[in-house]
Structures are given as C-alpha cells and as structure tokens.
C-alpha cells in the first residue's frame, strides 16, 4: 500500500461515496491521509466542512496547492491520472466510454434509487433530508430489482459489469448492493449471474472493511 | 463543420440530454449521422430502440464496429477522445478533476431537481413516469433555486462554471437553466452573475437551435 504524500482525503465511514473511493484506492494499491468526517453527527454539514464543500457531501480530496476536489467520481478520475495502474475507468478511448456508461447507468439505475429508497424511509435518515417523502422512497424499490433483473441478464455473457475486468462500474455496484437493506429492498437471491458476480466481488480484498488511516 | 464518419448518433431532438450532446458536438466543430428518435411519440420506448439501449434512454452513439455507447456523458467522453480540441472535459489531470466535479455538481444539484420538477408534475411528462409524485416535484424547486443561487456567488470569481474556460460542466447547466419553463421554476432574474453567464453562454453559436442532419 503506497501512501500519496501531501493530499487529504475527508472520509466518511461507511457511507456509499466515500466507500467507492475507499474500495477505489484499494484497487489501486493506494492511501491518503484521512480525516474523518462523521455523517452521522452531521459533521459534513458543519460550518467548518461547508467552507470546504459547499454541497455537504463526501468524500473530499483536497491537494497540497489546496485544490479542493470533490465528488467521488471526479475524485476516482484524478487518482486514476496519477495512479494509471491497474486501469478501472477503462484502458483507451472505446473502453473509457463503455466503462463510463456502465458507471452512470448503475449509478443512476441502482445507487440512485437505492439511497433514495433508504433518504425518504429510513427513520435513521430524517436528519439527511428536510423532508421525507414515502410515497418516493416506494416507487424507487420496483426500479432498483428492475434494473437488477436487467444487470443479471447482462452478467450472462461476462464477468464483471462493464466487461472482463473490474472497474469503477462494480465498485458503484458493489455498495449500491450493499446498501439495499438500509434501503429495505430485499437482496436479489433468486438472480443467479447477480449472485455470482456478488460473491466474486465481496471476496475481493478491496471491498473488506478496512480500518482507515 | 468535419463529419465523422462511420457512426449513429441516436438523437432525441430538444430534450435536455440530447441537447448536450448536440452543444457538444459543435463546440467540437463536428457532426455525426443523427437517426432522430421522438421522445414525444415515446419511439424511445419502442422494442426496436429497447433493443438499441435498454435503457430506453437517449442519446446513443453507435460505433463502426457496433459499439453501443449510452449516456450523455460517457458519449462526450468518446467524442473529447477522438477530437481533443477544443478541451471541454479538462487540459490535465487537476483541470480534468475539476471540470468533473462541477459537471456532477450540476447534473446532480441543478439538472436533476429540474427534471424532476418537470417529471413528476407536468401534464405533458406524465408518460415518461410510471407514477408522478407531485410532492417530489415540489421538493426539488427550492432545491434548484439554491443551487442557482450557490452557483450566483461561484460566478461572482470566474467566467464560466468551472473556470476561466467554456466546458461540459457549462453545457449540463445551460440544459438545465433553458428547461427551468417547464419544470415552472422561476427564472433567477435577480442573480446578476448567474444573469451575465447565461447571457453570454445562449449566445455562442454552439448553443442555437440548429436542424440536425
């Protein structure tokens, strides 16, 4: 694990972004200095972290010239640049598209529905958002075991999501998975291509919970 | 205007998506063979486009040998790749970063509560729905409006959204400023810097209403 010198990464636990970049780095064969951020003492919504993201959210990178970059696939695209090795956001112009593609639609298709399932029901989430909206939280569960019935059929002809290789695509994936009981979906145990790649991907070292820096 | 040869771009008229698609192209100075598809008569719903993109989403790029590359940005990011100049995704690795997280910044803060503002509430997009929430639709105004205003103040230090140069972060934004109408959010009239921006960014010529091809 080599430690990149002279940046911070303001992590937040367990919560699905900043476990993408955690997992990211993992693959990477990377570490930054971290400062934890609690979201659940709504830390992130401080004063002191607004002035470093406006919009709240985590996880941040801020660089030694003090850039501030957030938003986690923003944050993944820069170590991506400095860290080439092994590839997760694809290896020349087709693949980049095909994996940039499979990385939206996940996260649009399954993290998105997922987390909204959990934002506007889960008693544990009120403080996240001003208003819950059930009704919301509800139509966003037939979505997700929609598109995971889709991501199954497609699993039948490869094995990760975007292709042979593991990529920022599984990484989406992986915690949106991970996030269905918050979210109160049920785990999809009858896709059996879904199932498969699940274990593959939850056995890898990188997706282990960690202790962070 | 170079036509590129060789693909299809699935086009879908005015909508938001492939309008930044179309902006794109020609910051790029180029084209490509547009199959138009229409949102309105719901063709993009239609067995033979499932086919195409699951998804049911546009626009598409199909590629020579058969690729299909779906979602906006993964498209600009083919296209940024084949045609670098002008750079609308980021010159390096920090520049890149940054333009990142701006384009997430609005896509996620501005150009969704838009749409979802329109979706879930607007008589005309009721087909696009499985089921309007209006309440959905109303949650997410004042959302878009403190984003304008956010965005207001970033305005206030540098030219364009996500620096001193014109970039897909630009393009997410202008959608979504043109598509406030129907989603019924008041114009922000009275934020000057988001005013200047506006003004000086419907009047490149990239941004006119164009006949495709």
Redesign the interface.
Known sequence: MAMLEGMKLYDGGRAPNPRRVQIFMAEKGIDIERVQVDIARLEHKSPEFTKIN??QRLPVLV?DDG?V???T???C??LE??QPEPPLMGAD??D???V??WQ??VEF?FLMPVAFAFRHQHPGAAALE??Q?P??AE?NRPRAREFME?LDRELATRRFIAGERFTIADITTYVAYRFLKPGRIPPPEDLANLQRWYGETAARPSTQETVSV
Chains 1, 2 share one sequence.
């Open positions: 406006p919009m660089l850039t970059i957030a938003e696939v923003a944050i695209r820069y640049a400095i112009a087709k980049s598209a095909i940039e593609m939206r639609r298709g001003e208003q909206i009704e919301w139509a889709f």
